[in-house]
């Protein structure tokens, strides 16, 4: 209060408003000089601090002068020319050498520490002309006020100018202006506040009000020309043009974020390098990085510290290159570099400098972390003779690196690296196999081993596919489950089975079989209820078959679902029993409907009283369970023959019958089996039973 008493009351208010125009004026010029300085180099950079300490000090020493004539004294004033002149200096060379730190790069709080000298200059400039102020009076000084005057300008100061350098908030300009007038004109009237006057009667004549106007008019004509100086050499900077096309070209070929080169500057050179190559007959490595755990970054501290991280690495990157060297950024997490050399060991030296690099602990805040990477190694023109060959063959090298936990960098190997180029293709057209329709439903029967009777068909799943003809399931099922596709493809294989099987005049029961993935990622109960009230079939004609390693994968999860599942009237069957790690518990926990016991089992047991005593002893625990056993993989008429002495329950494999496609089962309609099940009996034929697999 003491402060807003003294501006209303103590100063000529016209003349205030004066120097506030002056002070926003010279504030706004100062930072645009300041930001231009910021973004030149060497020289320039030098030139650039000198213009914006000149329009900083001249605009506030002028702000500071028109509102000291401001002050109404009552009594005759003059100044002492010299120190007048020598507080204009104070405040040029203080502003010059605070910009000067506030622009360096390598010190984390350089802003805020230049930031302050510049508010300790326009203190010492204020104090400097109060010393120039001559009264016919008694001046006093409260301490209190003088104290913090200095601190009100040595602290917003250091926030205006830390702001200008950051720039973390998009009104950054704006509010850097603010704070900067906030710190002069906080710290002029602070001051002024500090001081008291009082007149002496020495008969000396009065100042006269209009000449001290005439004089502020004067300074601030002086100021208004010097910040117009200001504004001149920003616009008319002989550079200007050459650096505004080095800008656009700059962004055109350079990653906006990190500073390296993007995808276009790394084409580009490769393309150079390779023609070099051939003329001089050297090698040329691409190397494919990818980032290990930078997800992490994004996911635990932000996208911001994600960015910091790319920045920081991106720092280090290029201060490793050496002649012949080249490293972009060409996606996310990605970036490509580039070797030329003659000898093995330039290669090797390269490649040891990157994974030192990639696996140094970055520091963000207070957060200390190590993305580590992947690296694929290729070269021209062993591993390829063109740009995109190269390319293609560092990236299969980098996802092998990337599987393996054991190696951060692997060098291409046609013979793996072309299967892994095969998988991914492969994974490719699955994509879209459902919507060509080249998936289709076999069906392989299942058969009492007592009686010959049929009790049902295991749908099993075939990928007809337009070039490569039949690709088995062992190969794509398993492609299916890495990239998530066996979502979409298990529910179409079960939605389809149930619309086969509901058309069937004999309600033979169909078993499908489930994913670990399906259980982790889909609301199974809720999808198995929906496709049996889409397709109206019976919940007890299906029964869905899972391993033990989808147990095993999350227990409490999958026993949830599967008690779901069975409450609605579906069996559930436990596949592959005995190939599992703890096949007991699993019992033990779950009521199943019957047990698969495992084909490798009965591909012995002629010749392995093991495995003979195996399958007895399953079969000896199913009873004692009361769950029915089904043998699978019987492929001979001795093992059909082994099974129905050891009286087990169900049988399926080629001795039985192969899997086939609906249209090959029924032959007459979904009413008749062709040459597995006779209409009136729904029995295997006699002769079936007795033959071995000849055909």
Known sequence: ??????????????????????????????????????????????????????????????????????????????????????????????????????????QRFAPELGGGAVGLAVSAMHYTGMMAYRVDGIVEWNADYVVASIAIASVLSALAIGQAVRRSFRISAHLSLGLFVLAVVGLHFTGMTAVSVTPMLTGAAGTDPDVLEAMAIAVAGVGFIIAGTGIASYLIDARSSLETFQRLQHLAHNDSLTGLPNRVSFGSYLENELERAQEDSVKVAVLGIDLDRFKEINDLRGHSAGDQALKTIARRLSRLLKDGEFIARVGGDEFAAVKRFSEQNDLLDFVSRLESTLFRPIRIDDFETSTGASIGVAIYPEDGDNQGRLISNADLAMYRAKADVTRAVCFYESKMDEASRARRSLAQDLRRAIELDQLEP????????????????????????????????????????????????????LRTACQQAVSWHTPYKIAVNLSPVQFAHADLSKLVHEILLETGLSPNRLELEITESTIIADKTRTLHILRQIRALGVTIALDDFGTGYSSLDTLRSFPFDKIKLDRSFMSEVEQSPQAKAIVRAVLTLGKSLDIPVLAEGVETDDQLSILRIEQCDEAQGFFLGRPKPLNQIFRQGPAIANDVAEPSSGRLPPARIGRRLSA
């Open 442 to 493: 076999y069906y392989q029967v299942q058969t009492s081993v007592l009686t010959g009777d049929i009790r049902g068909y295991e749908v099993l799943l075939r990928w007809n596919h337009p070039e490569l003809g039949s690709v088995p399931p062992s190969e794509f099922i398993p492609i299916a489950e890495e990239n998530g596709l066996i979502l979409a493809i298990g529910e179409w294989v």
């Open 1 to 106: 209060m003491s402060v807003i008493s003294c501006i209303a009351t103590e100063h000529n208010l016209w003349l205030v408003l004066l120097a506030a125009l002056i002070c926003v004026s010279g504030g706004w010029v100062t930072f645009g000089l300041f930001r231009r300085a910021g973004e030149r180099q060497g020289l320039q950079k030098s030139g650039w601090i000198f213009l914006t300490a000149v329009a900083a000090g001249s605009s506030v020493w002028c702000t500071h002068f028109i509102a000291m004539l401001a002050y109404q004294a009552e009594a005759p004033v003059t100044f002492d020319p010299m120190l007048t002149m020598a507080s204009l200096l104070i405040a040029i060379a203080g502003c010059a050498y605070g910009f000067t730190i506030a622009l360096i790069r390598t």
